[in-house]
């Protein structure tokens, strides 16, 4: 079995058993303090696709997200199964909080549908390549963050809750089709080497290449989220939340108030009625917090109303005396939310710390909360 010829050892497989494993495998995470972040070989690729039982199929929506515009089109083969579009090049930079970046991604070749009215997108991310200095990494679709469409998202709530902008802009408004990809991504000082240090001092010529949607995505079946749902998220951690936060935003516009639409071929989906969502987000400051306006936007559009039950936001700011989540705490959130309806997923993504935190605790509290599941992003 080849659990016992795992170079890495069987403690990281047995760990890693049910789970998306592409961030591990890509390199760039860690599963424990005690592990290094390895980059796994091309011997250890091939290895992989022999083991591997299944590969998965992406929705046809998200196929349909990319399509070829010359590249690899035309030629007879089926290209359905390749992970990367073609040569792309850093076109734009803009810091929109502070070391967070607006990176906009640019090849002719491809356009990209930007506005999508179903879920499949959420949680899933691209994989960004450098061919010349063997680097990659995940980046999160977060299409909300794309700079036409975030004043859409704030201005419309902003009318609706009452607050003094005047104009209804609609999605559907918006040229949803681009030929850029925007990805938002945090530059941190003290990265030597990788993908974001690239990015951070990106140069004219240099080329990277970027795979369709990857991973498995939200469980949103309404098996797997009726319930209370608790998210705990730190920084950039909530990009790969965003998206749904916002269409949970487009849902309950959607039922209370039918003509402000946001997206008119806008279907409900059966998990809605019947599930909520508690988010707890970190930020050292208010400064340094990504989406945070929208965020807390969106949790008052829920209070507007009166559903708060069904979405709430809670931001803590670390470095403004803010708690940090330790072992009691996190059992006192999960205590207070499973007395309300039965706990199902508690989602975690933020720095190592947090994470190491839940992936410690994870066994226990799926045994103590029957039904519940921690997955960490
Ligand atoms: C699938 C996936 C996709 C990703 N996509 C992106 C992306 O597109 N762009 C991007 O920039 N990053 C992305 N990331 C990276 C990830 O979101 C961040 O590395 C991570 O969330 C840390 O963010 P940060 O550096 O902003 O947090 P920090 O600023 O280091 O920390 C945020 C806050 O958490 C607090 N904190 C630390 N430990 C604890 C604790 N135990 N309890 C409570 N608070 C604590 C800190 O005090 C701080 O206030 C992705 C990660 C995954 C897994």
């Known amino acids: 079995m080849y659990l016992y010829d795992h170079p890495g050892g069987k403690y990281v497989l047995e760990e890693c058993r049910g789970k998306e494993i592409g961030k591990y495998f890509y390199g760039a995470y860690s599963l424990d303090d005690n592990i290094k972040v390895h980059k796994h070989s091309f011997v250890a690729g091939k290895i992989?696709?022999?083991?591997?039982?299944?590969?998965?199929?992406?929705?046809?929506?998200?196929?349909?997200?990319?399509?070829?515009?010359?590249?690899?089109?035309?030629?007879?083969?089926?290209?359905?199964?390749?992970?990367?579009?073609?040569?792309?090049?850093?076109?734009?930079?803009?810091?929109?909080?502070?070391?967070?970046?607006?990176?906009?991604f640019s090849n002719e070749n491809n356009h990209y549908k930007i506005v999508l009215p179903g879920t499949s997108t959420f949680g899933r991310h691209y994989l960004i390549h450098s061919e010349s200095q063997k680097v990659s990494r995940y980046y999160t679709i977060c299409n909300s963050m794309n700079s036409e469409i975030y004043p859409?998202?704030?201005?419309?709530?902003?009318?609706?809750?009452?607050?003094?902008?005047?104009?209804?802009?609609?999605?559907?408004?918006?040229?949803d089709i681009t030929e850029s990809l925007q990805l938002t991504i945090k530059f941190y000082e003290q990265s030597r080497k990788g993908l974001t240090r690239l990015l951070a001092n990106v140069q004219d010529e240099d080329e990277f290449l970027v795979s369709k949607p990857m991973g498995k995505g939200l469980d949103l079946s309404a098996d797997s989220i009726t319930g209370t749902n608790l998210v705990f998220l730190g920084g950039?951690?909530?990009?790969?939340?965003?998206?749904?936060?916002?269409?949970?935003?487009?849902?309950?516009?959607?039922?209370?108030?039918?003509?402000?639409?946001?997206?008119?071929?806008?279907?409900?989906?059966?998990?809605?009625?019947?599930?909520?969502?508690?988010?707890y987000a970190y930020y050292p400051n208010a400064n340094e917090a990504v989406a945070l306006d929208l965020l807390v936007k969106i949790s008052d559009l829920f209070s507007h109303f009166k559903e708060e039950e069904r979405f709430s936001f809670t931001p803590v700011f670390t470095r403004q005396g803010g708690d940090r989540l330790n072992d009691q705490k996190i059992y006192e959130f999960l205590d207070q939310a499973s007395r309300a309806s039965d706990l199902k997923n508690i989602w975690v993504c933020g720095p190592p710390k947090m994470n190491n935190m839940f992936q410690r605790l994870r066994k226990t509290i799926e045994r103590k909360y029957e039904g519940s599941a921690v997955d960490i992003m």
Do not use: W
């Open 48 to 104: 992989m696709k022999k083991i591997a039982i299944a590969k998965l199929k992406l929705p046809m929506d998200i196929d349909n997200m990319v399509t070829f515009g010359g590249e690899g089109k035309g030629d007879g083969r089926d290209h359905s199964h390749e992970l990367y579009n073609g040569h792309f090049k850093v076109t734009r930079k803009d810091e929109i909080f502070k070391g967070v970046y607006r990176v906009t």
């Open 152 to 175: 859409v998202y704030i201005n419309n709530i902003d009318r609706l809750i009452g607050n003094s902008r005047d104009e209804k802009l609609s999605l559907d408004n918006v040229d």
């Open 236 to 279: 950039t951690g909530v990009l790969p939340f965003l998206d749904f936060f916002v269409f949970l935003a487009r849902m309950i516009i959607s039922e209370k108030s039918p003509s402000d639409k946001i997206i008119n071929n806008e279907e409900f989906e059966p998990f809605f009625k019947h599930s909520s969502f508690k988010v």
